[in-house]
C-alpha cells in the first residue's frame, strides 16, 4: 500500500520538477505534444481576446470549445499560480481512475473465467488467469500512466489533453463499474471535446446488453447521451453568443484547414493536395478514422474493454490532430491483458520501432525548422514510422487475444482434424 | 450669310460659355533639399486643379464625379475615378527605405513597395468588389502588379488614414468606405514611370518633368512615385472647393563628392539633363531649395541667384527657402543650378527627429518569432501614437504575452484588432501606444509561423515573405 502512494507522488514529482525547470517552455512549444486543438498558449490567447470583446471564433487562433474557453479563463484569471498543481492533480487522478478500471476488468474476466471453465481445453490450465497476475496488473497500469514519457511530457506541456484523458478514464470507469446514464453523460462530454471518442459508444453498448436488464441500461445509455450533449450544445452556444463555435471547433477537426505539422498523417498529404481533390481526401480520411469500429466490434463483440481500447488506439493514429498525450492513454491500458503477453510477437519490434521514431522525431523536426537542412519528409516519415509501430502493437494485441481464445477452447495443439494448422487474424 | 453668322455666334458664345465654367489650373514644384547625412533630397509635385459646378456639387454631396470636357486633368485616370466611386485615392510605388533618424521627415511617407488607400463615396454597390475592381484598373493604369490585393491583405484601419481632403465628421469617422492594402514585394521601376509621366499635362517634352531621366532616377537611394487624388479647398477662407490631382516623385540621392572632396551638387549632376523648355501649360513653375541653416550662404552658394528668398515658422520649425522662378528664368538657354561648398562636408552627429521607430524581426528557425517595434520620443512633450500593423494571415500573432495585464508600464490600447482567418483575411492590429518624453518604448507581438500548401509559396520561395511596413499616425508638436 506504502508502494503505491510513493508512485503516485514520484510521479507527481516528476511533473512538478520538469515543469519548473526551464525546459518546460521548450517542452511546450513541441509539435509533437501541442496542437492547435490542445496547445494551453492558444486558450490563453482565447481567453485574451473574449476578454477584450474581440470575436474568438472568427479568427483562425481558438479552437477549444466554448466551456473551455469558460473554464480557461476562469483559471487564467483567478488561479494562474495553481495551474501546474491542477494538470498534476488531473494526471494523478487519471492515473487512480485507470487503476481502478484494471481492478474492475480483472474481477469480471475471473468471473467470466470461473463460468466458462468447464468449457475449457484440458491442457489450458497454465493459460488461466490468477488473481496475482491480475493485481500486479493494476500497480503497473497506474504507473503506466504516471511514467510513460509520453504523458509526462503531455502533462509538462500543459496541453488540455491532460483534461480529455481525464474525461476518457472517467468514461472507462463508469462503463467498467457499470453506470450506464454516467457513462453516456461522459461519452457525451468526451465526444464534445474531441469529436472522435463517440466511437466508444458502441463498445458502451456492447457491455451493457450483456448485463442485467440491456434494454434498460442501452435506453438509459442513449438517453443521457443525447440529453447531456444537447445540454453541453447549448450551454455552448450560450456562452459563444451563437453557434460560430461549431465552424470553428468541429468543422477544424474535420475539415483540418491547418497544416502545422503533428505526429499524424493529414498534414503533409494536404500541403501537396490538389486542391481539386481535396474534399474527397478529407472524405477518406476521416471515413478511415471511424471504419474499424464496424469490424472490430462484430469480432470483440464478448470483450467490449479490449475493444474501446482498440478504438481509443486507432482513434490515437488516425484522429486529425493526434498527440502525445492520446498515445500514452491508450498505452497505459495494455498492462490489462498482462496474459496476453506471451503471445504477442512483435513486442521487440514494436519497442525499437517506438524508441526510434520516438528520438528521431524531435531531431528531424529541428533539422527542418531550425537548421533548414532538412524538409518535410524527414519528419513526416519518422512520424510515419511511429504511426506504423502503433498499429503493429494493436494488431499484435489483438492477435494475441484471438490466439489465446483459440487455445483455451481448442487445447495447444494447432490441428485441424489431424493437420497441422496455422493461426490468422482475419 | 445670315445662317453662317448664326452658327459663328453659337459657336463664339459657347467658347465663353465653356471658358468661364472649366478652370483647371497646373502647377509644377521641385523642392531640393540638401540633408544632414550628405544625401540630397529631392521632391517634385505636379497638381492639378479642377473645378467645375458638377465636381462642387459631387463633393459637397458625397456623390460620384462626373467629368466632362477633360482639358489638363488625365482622362485615363478620371474614367477610373468615376467608375469606382472613389472620392479619395493615394497610391504609391516606392522603391528603398526612407530612414527617418537620419533624414527627417519626408513630405510626402511612402513605404517600400506599393500601397494604396482609397476613400469611397457612400454606395449601395458591394465595395469589397468595387475595390477589386478598382485594384485592376489601377494595376492597368501603372502597369504595377497590383491586382495581388485582395481579401488576404486589404483592411480598413480604424484610426489611421483618415481622409486627407474634406470629409464631414459622419464620413471620416467611418472606415467602412476605406480600404486600405499595402504590397512589400512590389518592384519599381522604367515601366512604371513611363505611364506615370504620361498623365501629367506637359508629359515630359517641357517643364519640370524633363528633369525625369529614368537612370539618375533609379540609382537613387530612395525612389517614390505617387499619386493622390483628394476634394480639397481652393483657399484659405474655403469658399469654393476643387478636385486636386497631385502627382509626387520623392528623390534620395547620394552625394556626389568633387575633387576636393566638397559636396557640390548642381541639376545636371543629380538629373544628368537641364531644364530647356518651359510647360506652356502650367501656371506656376518654381523651384525651391532649401537654405536653412545656411544664412548668408555660409556653407554652401547657389548660382544663378534666387529670385526671392521665403521664410516660413520659427525656433525649431524655422524653414528659409530659396526660389527660383523657371518660367521666368528659361530664356531658350539650359537653366542649371548649382551649388559649390565652401568646406567639405562633416560627418557629424545628426540630431534625431522628434519621433523615430526602428521595427525588427527577432527569433530564428520558421517557427515563428516576435515583431519588435521601438519608439523613441526624444521631444519634451510625451506623444500618442497609433500603431498599425497589417499582416498575412501565415503569421498567426498572439497577443497574450506582450499585453498582459501585468504588462501595465506603459499602456498600449488596442482600438481595433481583426483576427486572420486562414487564407481568407489578414491581421489587422491597431493601437494606441502613449510614449512620455525622451524615453523608448518597446512593444512586441509574438508569431508563430503557419505552414503553407505548395500553391501558396511566392515565386523564389527561399527569398523568403515580406512584411507590408507599419504605420505610425501621430501629431506632432511642431511641424519639423
Excluded at chain 1, 483534461?163 to 478514464?169: I, P, R, S, T
Excluded at chain 1, 450533449?229 to 483540418?256: K, N, P, Q, R
Excluded at chain 2, 454606395?123 to 497590383?146: H, K, M, P
Excluded at chain 2, 526671392?308 to 528664368?329: K, N, W
Aim: charged letters at 15%; proline letters at 5%; aromatic letters at 14%.
Amino acid at each position: 500500500m506504502g508502494g503505491v502512494w510513493i508512485m503516485y507522488l514520484l510521479g507527481a514529482g516528476v511533473r512538478l520538477w520538469l515543469m519548473s525547470t526551464s525546459s518546460a517552455v521548450y517542452i511546450a512549444k513541441r509539435v509533437e505534444l501541442s496542437t492547435p486543438l490542445n496547445s494551453w498558449k492558444r486558450v490563453q490567447e482565447g481567453v485574451f481576446l473574449h476578454s477584450h470583446g474581440i470575436p474568438v471564433y472568427s479568427g483562425g487562433v481558438f479552437h477549444e470549445t466554448p466551456l473551455c474557453l469558460f473554464f480557461g479563463g476562469f483559471l487564467v484569471r483567478s488561479w494562474q499560480a495553481y495551474l501546474s498543481l491542477l494538470f498534476v492533480a488531473c494526471d494523478l487522478l487519471t492515473a487512480a481512475l485507470l487503476a481502478s478500471v484494471a481492478a474492475a476488468y480483472s474481477k469480471q474476466l475471473l468471473l467470466i473465467q470461473k463460468k466458462e471453465v468447464g468449457k475449457y481445453a484440458l491442457d489450458a490450465s497454465p493459460l488461466l488467469l490468477t488473481s496475482s497476475s491480475l493485481w500486479s496488473g493494476v500497480a503497473y497500469v497506474a504507473a503506466a500512466y504516471l511514467f510513460c514519457p509520453y504523458t509526462v511530457a503531455s502533462c509538462v506541456a500543459q496541453t488540455t489533453t491532460v483534461f480529455a484523458n481525464l474525461v476518457l478514464a472517467a468514461t472507462f470507469t463508469s462503463m467498467v463499474k457499470g453506470y450506464p446514464a454516467l457513462f453516456g453523460g461522459l461519452v457525451a462530454l468526451c465526444t464534445y471535446q474531441s469529436f472522435y471518442p463517440i466511437c466508444l459508444i458502441v463498445p458502451g453498448i456492447l457491455h451493457f446488453t450483456k448485463g442485467n436488464n440491456p434494454a434498460i441500461f442501452v435506453t438509459k445509455l442513449l438517453m443521457s447521451f443525447t440529453v447531456s450533449l444537447g445540454l453541453l450544445m447549448v450551454m455552448s452556444a450560450e456562452i459563444a453568443g451563437g453557434w460560430d463555435f461549431l465552424e470553428a471547433t468541429y468543422g477544424f477537426i474535420l475539415a483540418a484547414p491547418d497544416l502545422t505539422p503533428n505526429i499524424g498523417l493529414f498534414w503533409y498529404f494536404f500541403t501537396e493536395m490538389f486542391e481539386h481533390f481535396r474534399l474527397f481526401f478529407l472524405a477518406t480520411f476521416q471515413i478511415n478514422a471511424f471504419v474499424y469500429v464496424l469490424p472490430l466490434s462484430i469480432r470483440l463483440r464478448n470483450d467490449p474493454v479490449l475493444l474501446a481500447a482498440a478504438l481509443l488506439a486507432f482513434t490515437a493514429v488516425f484522429r486529425s490532430y493526434p498527440s502525445l498525450g492520446d498515445v500514452g492513454l491508450y498505452m497505459a491500458l495494455l498492462p490489462m491483458w498482462k496474459h496476453l503477453y506471451p503471445f504477442m510477437r512483435q513486442t521487440f519490434i514494436v519497442g525499437c520501432m517506438f524508441v526510434a521514431t520516438s528520438v528521431l522525431g524531435p531531431i528531424m523536426y529541428n533539422l527542418w525548422i531550425f537548421n533548414g537542412s532538412a524538409n518535410a519528409n524527414f519528419y513526416f516519415a519518422v512520424t510515419l514510422a511511429f504511426n506504423t509501430a502503433q498499429i503493429f502493437l494493436v494488431t499484435d494485441l489483438l492477435f494475441a487475444h484471438v490466439k489465446r481464445e483459440y487455445h483455451l477452447f481448442h487445447g495447444s495443439k494447432m490441428e485441424v482434424n489431424g493437420i497441422p494448422a496455422r493461426l490468422t487474424l482475419q | 450669310m445670315g445662317e453662317f453668322a448664326g452658327v459663328l455666334l453659337v459657336f463664339l458664345s459657347c467658347l465663353v460659355v465653356t471658358g468661364r465654367c472649366r478652370d483647371d489650373t497646373f502647377t509644377e514644384e521641385l523642392l531640393i533639399r540638401p540633408l544632414t547625412s550628405g544625401h540630397i533630397y529631392s521632391h517634385f509635385e505636379f497638381t492639378t486643379t479642377w473645378t467645375t459646378p458638377e465636381i462642387t456639387r459631387s463633393i459637397d454631396q458625397y456623390r460620384d464625379f462626373e467629368f466632362s470636357h477633360y482639358d489638363l486633368f488625365p482622362r485615363a485616370f478620371g474614367e477610373i475615378v468615376e467608375r469606382y466611386h472613389v472620392r479619395e485615392l493615394h497610391l504609391s510605388l516606392t522603391q528603398g527605405l526612407w530612414r527617418h533618424r537620419k533624414w527627417g521627415y519626408p513630405i510626402v511617407d511612402a513605404p517600400p513597395g506599393a500601397q494604396l488607400w482609397v476613400w469611397f463615396n457612400p454606395t449601395s454597390e458591394n465595395l469589397d468588389q468595387t475595390w477589386r475592381d478598382l485594384v485592376n484598373a489601377l494595376s492597368g493604369l501603372v502597369c504595377a502588379s497590383l491586382n495581388f490585393i485582395d481579401s488576404t491583405n486589404t483592411v480598413s484601419p480604424e484610426l489611421s488614414y483618415r481622409p486627407q481632403g474634406l470629409a464631414e465628421e459622419w464620413y471620416a469617422g467611418n472606415s467602412s468606405y476605406m480600404r486600405y492594402a499595402a504590397l512589400p514585394r512590389e518592384n519599381v521601376c522604367t515601366e512604371n514611370l513611363t505611364p506615370w509621366k504620361k498623365l501629367l499635362p506637359c508629359d515630359t517634352q517641357s517643364g519640370l518633368s524633363m528633369l525625369l531621366h529614368p537612370v539618375p532616377l533609379y540609382t537613387a537611394h530612395y525612389h517614390a512615385l505617387s499619386l493622390h487624388l483628394r476634394p480639397s479647398c481652393k483657399d484659405v477662407s474655403c469658399s469654393s472647393v476643387h478636385l486636386e490631382l497631385t502627382q509626387a516623385l520623392s528623390l534620395v540621392q547620394g552625394p556626389t563628392l568633387s575633387s576636393s572632396g566638397h559636396q557640390d551638387w548642381s541639376l545636371q549632376q543629380l538629373f544628368s539633363t537641364q531644364l530647356i523648355y518651359t510647360c506652356p501649360l502650367a501656371s506656376m513653375s518654381k523651384i525651391y531649395v532649401d537654405v536653412t541653416g545656411n544664412r548668408d550662404m555660409k556653407k554652401f552658394t547657389l548660382d544663378p541667384e534666387p529670385d526671392i528668398f521665403d521664410e516660413s515658422g520659427s525656433g525649431p520649425s524655422l524653414r528659409q527657402l530659396a526660389v527660383y522662378d523657371v518660367q521666368a528664368a528659361l530664356a531658350g538657354d539650359g537653366f542649371n543650378i548649382e551649388a559649390t561648398y565652401k568646406s567639405r562636408h562633416i560627418y557629424g552627429i545628426i540630431p534625431s527627429p522628434h519621433l523615430h521607430v526602428s521595427r525588427f524581426i527577432t527569433g530564428y528557425g520558421q517557427e515563428g518569432g516576435s515583431i519588435t517595434v521601438k519608439f523613441t520620443n526624444s521631444g519634451s512633450t510625451s506623444l500618442s501614437v497609433v500603431y498599425l500593423e497589417v499582416l498575412p494571415w501565415y503569421l498567426r500573432l498572439f497577443l497574450h504575452t506582450s499585453h498582459s495585464y501585468s504588462h501595465t508600464k506603459s499602456p498600449v490600447y488596442i482600438s481595433k484588432l481583426v483576427t486572420a482567418r486562414d487564407r481568407e483575411q489578414g491581421w489587422l492590429y491597431e493601437a494606441v501606444v502613449e510614449i512620455p518624453a525622451s524615453s523608448t518604448i518597446e512593444l512586441s507581438l509574438d508569431f508563430t509561423r503557419a505552414l503553407l500548401k505548395w500553391l501558396e509559396y511566392p515565386p523564389d520561395a527561399n527569398h523568403g515573405f515580406y512584411i507590408p511596413a507599419a504605420t505610425i499616425s501621430a501629431v506632432l508638436p511642431t511641424p519639423r
